[in-house]
């Protein structure tokens, strides 16, 4: 592989670890605010009769929304620790702290 070749595939590499980041911290931030969501529905829950049907479908909206994100976030995750584990071992440590 030639010196251009390296430059442009770590390059590329960089690229896609700056953006499984941001990934993260897109579905970190979700996750915080369907956290917000899923507190209400505890509340709604201790006292249903102020429950509506469409409320109860909405809140379970919002925890089958939430299961997606953890599963989403959880992938992005195990992506990024793969990445890093490919950087350290090509000996690109420094790669991963300039993401």
Known sequence: ????????????????????????????????????????LGSSLVSPKFLTPDA???KLDT?????GKLNELREAIARKNLMDGCLRQAGLERLIDKA
Do not use: F, P
């Open 1 to 40: 592989m030639t010196e251009a070749e390296l430059d442009q595939s770590t390059g590329a590499l960089i690229r896609r670890y700056e953006a499984n980041l941001k990934t993260i911290a897109c579905l970190t931030s979700d996750l915080q605010h369907i956290g917000e969501e899923l507190k209400s």
């Open 56 to 58: 109860a479908q909405d």
């Open 63 to 67: 925890a089958n929304s939430t299961v």
